[in-house]
């Protein structure tokens, strides 16, 4: 069977893509790149928020209307199977069934969203989108609870992989060239705990770094109160562990934070900003922020936008809230603010952010970064620094490569360097 992938959502589900990939190649299918030569789409998808749910049903609407058969996998096939069983699919495979691709392609499956994810591990095969940089989910599911949440549903309880299963799978991609890791997990910092074996996100960063081959380390998302000490330490310690937390705090109000389940207040979370600002070295902080949660007031706002202003985000990425089916949130509380009202408050975040990026970027200027190279696009070769900004070169580098450059310039987030390196490693 050729069959072509449609992903949405998050790296985990691009990941997760990954592993059917290598499932259904293994069992002798064909992953193709183009829609038109496909016998079967297989449409990964995301729940997270109303419009990437209804982007999931216009897309089968339109795949079925073209005369294509389509499968369905990831959050909304987990959490809406119901609905989807009106569409006419082939199959419907929850997030933890993914391992059961093979049949459902192959017409002997119908449904499933069991929960086979201790199936997949560092033996499993995987068909990488990247040859340079690799993805490996650590902790499936989210044990949160936030109230406006839908993961907790569709992704299941919190469960880690076994410590030495994710260190065989990095010195397997290790001694397959892989320069680049990036470790997932919805509550990336939760990893381990489920295992009472003492193991921890830090304790798999300090191994992994001492393995050979691979020069960075990446690690998300985090959830603010978790983040311990020991990681802070690990991460400031070693060259190759990024600099960069992706910590969302969602909101910089007490009130909402509280009424959002999320298990911080904004003094406990700036206080974790602070304690990585002065611990490591280059430090760089990402995040997201819901606006327009229930009951949000001008005040709350407010506190959102001075929090914003205080942590100085290197990266920020901003919602309106919406209400998702299941959740305490869409249950219990009113989608009381108007969406003009939401679009303003995303507008007025986004504003700010757009300055304190152009300030960071600015730093740079005329300062001299290394940057690991991830991909080239017509003339121009991208790379990331350890603290997590991408940078262009205007020249063909391959992937992979570590180069020095000083930083000229910037554009809408991207700095830019000349193609004049200032020295070579790698
Ligand atoms: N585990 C991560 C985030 C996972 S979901 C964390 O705890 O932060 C990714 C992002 O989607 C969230 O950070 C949040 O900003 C956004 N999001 C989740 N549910 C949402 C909802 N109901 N409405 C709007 N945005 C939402
Ligand atoms: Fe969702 Fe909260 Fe879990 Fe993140 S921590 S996935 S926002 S429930
Ligand atoms: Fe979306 Fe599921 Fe990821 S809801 S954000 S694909 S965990």
């Not at 009106?86 to 069934?97: H, K, P």
């Not at 985000?313 to 305490?328: C, D, E, F, Q």
Request: net charge positive; hydrophobic share 35%; aromatic share 8%.
């Amino acid at each position: 069977m050729k069959v072509f992938f449609k992903t949405y959502g998050c790296q985990m589900n691009i990941h997760d893509s990954e592993i059917m990939k290598g499932l259904l190649k293994e069992a002798g299918h064909e992953i193709v790149d183009k829609i038109e030569d496909s016998d079967l789409v297989v449409v990964n998808t995301c729940a997270v928020r109303r419009k990437s749910e209804n982007k999931v049903y216009s897309l089968i609407g339109r795949l079925k209307k073209g005369g294509h058969k389509v499968g369905v996998t990831g959050c909304v096939a987990q959490g809406m199977s119901e609905k989807l069983s009106n569409y006419g699919v082939e199959f419907i495979l929850g997030t933890r069934a993914i391992g059961s691709i093979v049949s459902a392609v192959e017409g002997l499956k119908k449904i499933d969203l069991e929960d086979r994810i201790s199936e997949i591990d560092s033996q499993t095969p995987v068909l990488r989108n990247q040859k340079k940089h690799a993805w490996v989910n650590i902790i499936a599911g989210c044990d949160k609870f936030c109230t406006y949440c839908i993961v907790p549903y569709t992704r299941g309880r919190e469960l880690s992989r076994p410590l030495s299963d994710v260190i065989n799978e990095v010195i397997m991609l290790a001694k397959n060239g892989y320069k680049q890791v990036t470790f997932l997990g919805q509550n990336v910092d939760s990893y381990g705990k489920d295992l009472k074996d003492g193991t921890s996100l830090a304790k798999l960063l300090e191994l992994s770094q001492a393995i050979d081959g691979i020069e960075r380390f990446w690690f998300l998302t985090s959830y603010p109160s978790d983040i311990s000490s020991d990681l802070i330490k690990v991460v400031g310690k070693y060259p190759k562990i990024s600099k960069n937390f992706h910590i969302p705090a969602q909101s910089g109000s007490n009130r909402i934070l509280k009424k959002m389940n999320r298990r911080y207040t904004r003094e406990e979370y700036l206080e974790i900003v602070e304690k990585i600002k002065k611990e490591v070295e280059n430090s760089s902080i990402g995040g997201d922020i819901i606006v327009g949660f229930p009951d949000e007031n001008d005040d709350d706002f407010e506190e959102t936008l001075d929090l914003v202003k205080r942590v100085r985000y290197i990266r920020l990425n901003v919602a309106p809230y919406s209400p998702r089916p299941g959740t305490v949130a869409a249950k219990y509380y009113e989608d009381n603010v108007p969406f003009n009202v939401k679009k303003t408050r995303m507008s007025r975040l986004n504003e700010i952010q757009h300055s304190i990026e152009k300030e960071l970027n600015e730093a740079l200027i005329n300062k001299e970064v290394e940057i690991m190279i991830e991909n080239t696009a017509r003339k121009v070769s991208y790379g990331r620094t350890i603290d997590n900004r991408m940078v262009a070169v205007d020249e063909i580098i391959p992937e992979g490569e570590m180069i020095r450059v000083r930083i000229e310039d910037f554009k809408f987030g991207t700095l830019y360097a000349s193609s004049r390196r200032v020295s070579i490693f790698a």
